[in-house]
């Protein structure tokens, strides 16, 4: 059993690193499912356009998602008729459908060989069905056509199901990587390896810098999964993280499906013609931070269910809004050329693909029903306030517990000590070598917990993620916390 997410290629060619200074039209920081799409839709628009990644093309969040293509979310829709109205819901109950279609005509136009398999949605209640109910109210009022049951197509405890059959599941990377060999071929550039570190604006130009270099451009297009800047719009207060786990399992039974529970601990099943992913157990980052507790409670979970052998387990966080809904479109009235894409609480395959194309209408001045329900700019109901209110506290409990070291009494392997008047994490591997971390976010300086399991530095606040060795993983960081006795 290794600690890894099973979505992987090999013979991936990497583009090469930005390496000197350009003007442009447009810069797209971040190559996940979003950028990549939004690049991929913006090809053939006669404007000089570059992509730069961090890392490599697809290795954010969308190495580690389920890859399901599917419009029932575990309770998004009465979430949203809360935080907003009834007819926001059903406007992005359309969206969803709609962003199935997106992405199925994509596939198709190029002939993308990515595991593109048709496949039956399940959304059930284990034991509290009053989320299921109001789920299920609202997709009637949607006039969805949905079946019932009263059990699962594997045995696991179900009071209530419901089930569609018009969604999908594929193979999130060869989707991406795809798309980056179609855009390879167009007048569009994509860097990887090539971090950005800043984006400033001069006259109606913005300079967006690099570790190295710097690009002059129209608009930036930021599509890092959280972004990375504090002002304008002070983000990291209107958003938060959730944490959740996977596990796949070698398969031994004949049923095909996706499913979602909708009580707590959340759980869900992706069962295809090669796959057994199980998980769930979605928290908040900054609520629950012994991680490692987490991971080890799903893989006991699954074994008290199944005697299928596990193979592959991984854990990562994504984004979500006070309101439920995505921020797609333009930062502000001051910023109207940073355009951003984020908050796609665990549904950015669906999402990443239709921001894809709301940017690439917004950019093109083309009409889409969308871009209203998604902009940034839009207020905040009252649940929404109140929602910003208690996350707030939250994040402000994870990052006071996290200065004075509350986490400590979990760890096995790892001790805090202050040398030199720093803040030291100290992590022991297996082969009793030490491995030293400044123990300070370079975001908003909180101090950083250790996921044993994943053996990376997380801050509960924001999300960063750092290796071992303090190598940056994950943004909104975009500074390492290698530690080097002076
Ligand atoms: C456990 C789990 C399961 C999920 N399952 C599903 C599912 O079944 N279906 C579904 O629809 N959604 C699912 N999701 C959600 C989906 O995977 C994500 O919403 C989506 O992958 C996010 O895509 P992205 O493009 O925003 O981010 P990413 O994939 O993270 O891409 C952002 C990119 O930006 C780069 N970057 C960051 N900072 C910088 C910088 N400063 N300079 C340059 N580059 C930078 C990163 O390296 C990264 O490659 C799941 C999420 C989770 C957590």
Same mark, same amino acid.
């Given at each position: ?20 200074? %350009? @003007?442009? $039209?447009? =810069?797209?920081? &971040? ?9 991929? #839709? *913006?090809? +053939? ?6 992509? %730069? @990644?961090? $890392?490599? =093309?697809?290795? &954010? ?9 599917? #419009? *029932?979310? +575990? ?26 279609? *997106?992405?199925?005509?994509i596939i198709y136009k190029h002939q993308i060989d990515c595991?593109l ?53 594929f193979?999130?990377?060869k989707f991406?990587n795809k798309l980056?060999?179609i ?304």
């Amino acid at each position: 059993m290794e600690y890894k997410s099973i979505w992987e290629l090999n013979n991936i060619s990497e583009t090469p690193k930005l390496n000197e200074n %350009l @003007e442009v $039209d447009i =810069v797209i920081v &971040g190559g996940g499912v979003a950028g990549i799409t939004t690049a991929y #839709y *913006l090809r +053939n628009s006669n404007k000089k356009i570059v992509l %730069l @990644e961090k $890392d490599c =093309v697809g290795c &954010g969040v969308s190495k580690y998602t389920t890859g399901k293509l599917t #419009y *029932l979310q +575990n309770g998004i829709y009465p979430n949203i008729a809360k935080t907003r109205s009834k007819s926001d819901a059903l406007e992005y109950f359309n969206s969803q459908k709609d962003a199935i279609k *997106l992405a199925k005509e994509i596939i198709y136009k190029h002939q993308i060989d990515c595991n593109l398999t048709p496949i039956a949605s399940y959304l059930f209640a284990y034991n509290d069905t009053k989320k299921f109910n109001e789920e299920k109210k609202f997709l009637i009022d949607a006039e969805c056509k949905f079946e019932e049951s009263k059990t699962l197509p594997i045995n696991f405890p179900c009071k209530k199901a419901l089930y569609v059959h018009d969604t999908f599941c594929f193979h999130p990377l060869k989707f991406i990587n795809k798309l980056k060999e179609i855009i390879n071929s167009s007048s569009v550039h994509i860097y990887e390896k090539t971090l950005v570190t800043d984006i400033n604006k001069e006259d109606e130009y913005y300079i967006v810098k690099t570790s190295s270099n710097q690009i002059k451009c129209k608009k930036v297009i930021i599509t890092t999964n959280y972004p990375f800047f504090i002002l304008p719009k002070l983000l990291p207060l209107q958003l938060k993280l959730e944490k959740s786990y996977l596990l796949e399992a070698t398969k031994n039974n004949e049923d095909n499906f996706l499913a979602l529970s909708t009580d707590k601990p959340n759980y869900t099943f992706r069962i295809d013609n090669e796959h057994f992913i199980f998980g769930g157990y979605s928290h908040n980052l900054s609520k629950e931070v012994n991680y490692q507790e987490k991971t080890q409670e799903v893989l006991n979970d699954f074994k008290n269910h199944f005697d299928n052998k596990i193979n592959n387990y991984w854990s990562i966080h994504d984004v979500i809004s006070k309101d439920h809904l995505p921020l797609i479109g333009r930062l502000n009235k001051t910023h109207e050329n940073v355009i951003i894409a984020t908050a796609f609480h665990k549904w950015g395959m669906t999402n990443g693909i239709l921001a894809g194309k709301i940017i690439s209408d917004i950019i093109l001045n083309k009409e889409n029903r969308y871009i209203k329900l998604f902009a940034p700019e839009r207020k905040l109901a009252i649940k929404g306030i109140v929602n910003t209110i208690t996350n707030d506290s939250i994040v402000g409990k994870a990052f006071i517990d996290s200065k004075i070291n509350k986490n400590k009494k979990f760890y096995k392997n790892v001790m805090f000590k202050n040398e030199n008047g720093i803040n030291i994490g100290i992590y022991t591997d297996e082969n009793n070598i030490e491995h030293k971390i400044i123990n300070r976010c370079p975001h908003l300086k909180s101090s950083l917990i250790f996921d044993e399991e994943a053996k990376v530095w997380i801050c509960p606040c924001h999300g960063s993620m750092f290796d071992v060795d303090g190598n940056l993983l994950k943004e909104p960081s975009i500074i390492n916390i290698k530690y080097k006795k002076s």
